[in-house]
C-alpha cells in the first residue's frame, strides 16, 4: 500500500484519510469532485464491505455538500479493475470463472441469465473521457459508461476468434452460482440497475476502446 501512495504522490496527486473531516478541507474550492470508493476485501462477509463502502460515500457526499460555489459532482461506481483474476482465478476456481473443458479441449462457460442480455464493457483508461462528457450536459444523469455492450454469448464468441479455442455459453441459475462461490456472488453477476442512460443518450461523441481491440 506504501508503495501505492508513493506513486499517487509523484503524479502531484495529494493522500488524505477518508472521514468527513478530512474530506471536506480537501475538497474546498473545487469546481469539479470526481468520487469513488473501493469495495473492501477487508472482510469475509459481503454485508460488512457493503456497510463500509455506504459510509465511505456518505463521508464524500457530506464533504462536497459544504463546497460553495461546486459546479460539478460525478459520482463513480467502477470498481477497481484489473488483471488480478486472470492471475489469480485458480484460488476461486468456478466460482470466479464458471467454465469447464470438455474431452474434445472445447471450453464452456456457465453465467447466470439467459445470456442475450447486453453486458456493459469499459477499458479503465477510459473513464476520463466518460467523466469529462458528463461535465458538458445537464445534471441528474446516471451514466452506463462502456466501450461495447457485448451478450456473454458474443463475449464468448469473441473470445474463441482472438484465442482460436472454441468455445460456447451456458445459462446457469443464480442458485447454481452460488452453489460454486457461495455468499452471494450469483445475484452480483445478475442483478442490474433500470436507471441508466447509456453514452449515445448524452447527445454527445466520447471515444471509446471497443473491446475486441
Not at 462457460?109 to 466518460?130: D, E, H, Q, W, Y
Amino acid at each position: 500500500m506504501a508503495k501505492l501512495f508513493q506513486a499517487l504522490v509523484a503524479k502531484g496527486i495529494k493522500i488524505v484519510p477518508g472521514d468527513v473531516v478530512s474530506l471536506k478541507a480537501a475538497v474546498q474550492g473545487a469546481d469539479v469532485v470526481f468520487a469513488t470508493t473501493a469495495f473492501s476485501d477487508a472482510f469475509t462477509l459481503r454485508e460488512w464491505c457493503y456497510e463500509l463502502e455506504v459510509q465511505q460515500g456518505k463521508n464524500i457526499a457530506d464533504a462536497v455538500a459544504t463546497v460553495e460555489g461546486l459546479e460539478v459532482f460525478i459520482w463513480s461506481g467502477l470498481s477497481d479493475a484489473g488483471l488480478g483474476l486472470f492471475v489469480t482465478y485458480w484460488k476461486w476456481g468456478q466460482g470466479a470463472v464458471p467454465r469447464e473443458k470438455r474431452p474434445d479441449n472445447t471450453l464452456v462457460l456457465r453465467i447466470p441469465g439467459k445470456g442475450n442480455m447486453l453486458i456493459p464493457l469499459l477499458v479503465p483508461s477510459n473513464a476520463g473521457a466518460f467523466a469529462k462528457a458528463l461535465t458538458l450536459v445537464s445534471p441528474g444523469k446516471n451514466l452506463l459508461a462502456f466501450g461495447d455492450p457485448l451478450t456473454w454469448e458474443e463475449y464468448v464468441g469473441m473470445w474463441s476468434r482472438v484465442t482460436g479455442v472454441k468455445a460456447s455459453f451456458e445459462r446457469k441459475t443464480v442458485e447454481e452460482h452460488d452453489s460454486f462461490a457461495p455468499g452471494g456472488y450469483g445475484e452480483d453477476i445478475l442483478e442490474m440497475d433500470g436507471s441508466v442512460v447509456f453514452p449515445k443518450d448524452l447527445g454527445l461523441e466520447v471515444e471509446a476502446t471497443r473491446i475486441e481491440d
